[in-house]
């Protein structure tokens, strides 16, 4: 009695064994191993929550972090080579909601998506999050998440009661000229950068994300301060100072008369990834150099 007692103790436990390790295999099968992003934002959140060493393919604009090195590039938002994307046997793309020639590509050829869209500031915890379920990081996206909304909580109180100066947020033009000059709308994590970082947007009265301004436009609008962005991660101070003369072209304008027109230059400033942070908070120190701002 004592044997057959053994033996069917025996059996269970080689079961429970054998059943444990078939989930362990199938939660491996389900997690990707070879993930390729056309994103930036995607890209460098990938990094941050530790899923790098599975990323096999990344956008061919994507500088962002360093590790990415050599890895095969397979387009961006406007060209996605997709036999380059296939190529590299990927068993999760992350493209942009809006590429439908893309995803219906992809989706034929049997290959996993997470679908993303730029939203707003405070959809960046929050697609941090799903991309650590969906890429076996939960923990360390959690990690990254709460830091992001930590930090904009201190940059909130930092700048709060303050006087929020009219902003105009310039996000493209041509170089050395006003002409063709796009900034931020009143939606969008551009427009919640920088209100969160204590200003007020002069567009805000429009919905859409990015504006295309005339100089009459920005003149009506009379903005005390013109914060520009460029992606580029350094300028010389010569190119700089000819970009900001451009608004003497201007004189009338409030921020012009002020010698409020910042130049700023790095890709965090355009990009709603785990960088973002530190982004708002160069925005809040040209706004409130005197604020307690959090250290970068």
Known sequence: MAT??????GARGVFVIVAWLVLVADLQAQTPQRIVSVIPAITEILFAIGAGPQVVGVGSYD????EIGDLPRVGGLIDPDVEAIIALR?????????????T??????????FAYSHGTLADIPTTIRRLGNRTGHAAEAGKVARNIEDGLVEITEAVSGRHR???????????YSLRNLFASGGSGFQHDMLELAGAKNVLDGTTRRAVQVTTEMILQAAPEVVIEVRTVERL????IEKEIEVWNALPSLPAVQNQNVIFLTGSELVIPGPRIVQAITRFALVLHPDAPLPTQ
Not at 236 to 239: N, P, Q
């Open 63 to 66: 500088n962002y972090p360093p």
């Open 90 to 102: 990927p068993n999760l793309v992350v493209p942009y909601i809006t590429q439908v020639d893309l």
């Open 165 to 175: 100066p009219r902003t105009l947020l310039v996000i493209a033009r041509e170089p």
């Open 4 to 9: 057959g007692a053994t033996t069917m103790t």
């Open 236 to 239: 010389s101070r010569d190119e």
């Open 104 to 113: 219906t590509q992809l989706t034929r050829a049997g290959i996993p998506l």
